[in-house]
């Protein structure tokens, strides 16, 4: 039976998760549904496709993985349906996609939504299943909707460099208030060389050695790994790093009447 992960913005408050699985499971009683958040903060892409990303690696292939996120940045025309590295992605066209993948992906089409129906998020998730039961059943991708739509792409959210020094946004803050930067171990290592490095974030706070777990370090202390999805993260043992050195991720502020989006930085220096 297929296999299908949820991810949205819809938090757990309300009946909507529920009534998304209730949806689902009237289409194919045999789709296997796994969770994977649904506490996504709202149009906060960044941390929507940090998320995504590292836990789409670890499923199997042909894995279907439905994105119910952001669905009415702009009046919903269509949906897309990836193929990429051997799972399927459904999501709304807004750009997630390929801040998710950090590519183009292999194999797209456009899902065409009926212009007579009332887009609400069930409706949405009505044409994502639509679309696994016929994949399941033998259909090609390309039999099921438009090949090779256009559609809306938006780059990742990159580290900046310099010759001796980069600098990161903080893009997840977990349970346990631990701080995840968009810093690769790969990209860390590329432009370290070998040399000294000093982590530098709020209130001059400085960490020189990269840990490999939380037990590094004494009770109380900061320290600076790489988690499991191969991101640096800063954390406290035992301890609330976020509340405590005043770290925050994504916050959105007006100015000029503009909404303008602000990450708060991690630098490292070298040498």
Not at 53 to 76: D, G, M, V
Not at 114 to 128: C, H, R, S
């Amino acid at each position: 039976m297929p296999l299908l992960t949820l991810t949205s913005d819809f938090g757990m408050q309300d009946y909507l998760v529920g009534a998304v699985k209730g949806r689902l499971l009237q289409q194919n009683p045999g789709f296997t549904l796994v969770d994977v958040s649904h506490t996504i903060s709202p149009f906060n892409y960044p941390q929507a496709a940090y998320v995504c990303r590292n836990a789409i690696k670890q499923f199997p292939s042909h894995t279907f993985h439905l994105l119910l996120i952001n669905l009415y940045e702009k009046k919903p025309e269509q949906l897309l349906l990836a193929w990429h590295q051997e799972q399927y992605i459904l999501c709304a066209d807004n750009g997630l996609l390929t801040m998710i993948l950090e590519d183009k992906p292999e194999m797209i089409i456009g899902l065409p939504l009926d212009p007579k129906a009332i887009k609400n998020t069930l409706y949405l998730t009505q044409v994502m299943g639509e679309a696994v039961q016929q994949l399941h059943a033998g259909a090609r991708l390309q039999d099921i909707g438009m090949p090779d739509v256009p559609f809306i792409e938006k780059n990742h959210l990159r580290p900046l460099f310099g010759e001796n020094w980069m600098e990161g946004q903080i893009i997840f803050i977990d349970h346990f208030e631990n701080i995840v930067v968009n810093i690769t171990r790969e990209q860390f290592e590329e432009h370290r060389k070998g040399r000294p490095f000093r982590i530098v974030f709020k209130r001059n706070e400085i960490i020189d050695k990269i840990a490999e777990s939380y037990a590094d370090v004494a009770e109380g202390e900061k320290l600076a790994l790489f988690n499991a999805a191969g991101y640096l993260e800063i954390a406290i043992n035992k301890g609330n790093a976020a509340g405590l050195f005043g770290l925050q991720g994504f916050s959105e502020q007006a100015q000029h009447l503009q909404s303008r989006l602000f990450y708060q930085t991690v630098k490292i220096m070298f040498g």
